[in-house]
C-alpha cells in the first residue's frame, strides 16, 4: 500500500514537489549533522570539497604501524590521534576523507596490536633465553 502510494508521487507530482516534500520531511526526521553531511555527498552546496590532510597522514601512519617493527607502536598512537583529529575535523569543514580516516583508524589499531603482541614476544623470547643460559653451567675441558 505504502509502496504504490510513493510511486504514484513520482509518476503524477511534478519533480520540485516531490523534492520539496521530501527535504522538508529530511529537515525534520534528520538532524543536522546528517543534512550537511548529505548535503556533501550530493554536492548541492556549491563547494568544492577537499581532502582532510589528516585523514591521509592518518593512513600512512596506521600503514607505517603495521610495517616498521617496535617503532610502529608510537606510529600508531599518533595515527589513532591523528585520526579521530581527522574525522572531527570533517564534521565541522564539511571535507572528504571520512574513509581514509577509517581506514587509517583501523590500520593504526590493528598495528598497534600487532606492536603490543610482537614486544610480548621478544621479551618472553629473551627471559626464555637468558633463564636457560644461567640455569646450565658450561664446564671448560671438563
Known amino acids: ?8 508521487l513520482l509518476v503524477f507530482f511534478p519533480w520540485h514537489i516531490f523534492y520539496l516534500f521530501y527535504f522538508s520531511k529530511l529537515k525534520h526526521i534528520m538532524d543536522v549533522e546528517c543534512f550537511s553531511m548529505f548535503l556533501k555527498e550530493e554536492n548541492l552546496l556549491g563547494q568544492q570539497s577537499t581532502t582532510n590532510s589528516n585523514a591521509i597522514i592518518s593512513l600512512i601512519f596506521g600503514v607505517l604501524s603495521l610495517i616498521i617493527p617496535f617503532v610502529g607502536f608510537i606510529f600508531g598512537i599518533i595515527g589513532i590521534v591523528t585520526s ?3 574525522k572531527k575535523q570533517m564534521k565541522e569543514t564539511l571535507q572528504d576523507g571520512d574513509g581514509l580516516a577509517t581506514a ?3 590500520c593504526s589499531i590493528a598495528g598497534l596490536a600487532l606492536q603490543v603482541l610482537a614486544i610480548i614476544g621478544f621479551i618472553a623470547f629473551s627471559a626464555l633465553i637468558f633463564s636457560d643460559i644461567s640455569n646450565h653451567s658450561y664446564m671448560i675441558g671438563g
Open 1 to 8: 500500500m505504502f509502496l504504490s502510494i510513493n510511486i504514484s
Open 84 to 86: 579521530l583529529k581527522a
Open 104 to 106: 587509517g583508524l583501523v
